[in-house]
């Protein structure tokens, strides 16, 4: 069975970079759309980026467009999530999560079998 572990996450000032990792064991990574989520305090779960099979598509909430970029790593069974400029409504805990999407091109924010145990992002100076 796949499992899914995050890294990277951490304390960083406002305006400060971090890369969240996802990297996966029981399987392999390839087969999978890769989708990345947080959760802030009293806020509900929220997709911030996605990533198909193939890496053919990707996709980004309003909120992290132009600051966070997706990418995989299939030989290394594991998936990045660069964010720069980080805002202090960044806070939260990170999830990644892997769906087995019929379509090798398919990149969205729901239909996802399995979950990381997440990592925590907090922006603050």
């Known amino acids: 069975q796949l499992q899914l572990v995050e890294s990277g996450g951490g304390l960083v000032q406002p305006g400060g970079s971090l890369r969240l990792s996802c990297a996966a064991s029981?399987?392999?990574?390839?087969?999978?759309?890769i989708g990345w989520f947080r959760q802030a305090p009293g806020k509900e779960r929220e997709g911030v980026s996605c990533?198909?099979?193939?890496?053919?598509?990707?996709k980004y909430s309003d909120s992290v467009k132009g600051r966070f970029t997706i990418s995989r790593d299939n030989n290394k069974n594991t998936v990045y999530l660069q964010m720069n400029s980080l805002k202090p409504e960044d806070t939260a805990v990170y999830y990644c999560?892997?769906?087995?999407?019929?379509?090798?091109?398919?990149?969205?924010?729901?239909?996802?079998?399995?979950w990381g145990q997440g990592t925590q992002v907090t922006v603050s100076s």
């Open positions: 999560a892997a769906g087995l999407f019929i379509s090798q091109d398919l990149c969205v924010f729901s239909g996802y079998d399995y």
């Open positions: 990533i198909s099979r193939r890496g053919s598509s990707t």
């Open positions: 029981g399987s392999v990574l390839n087969v999978y759309g």
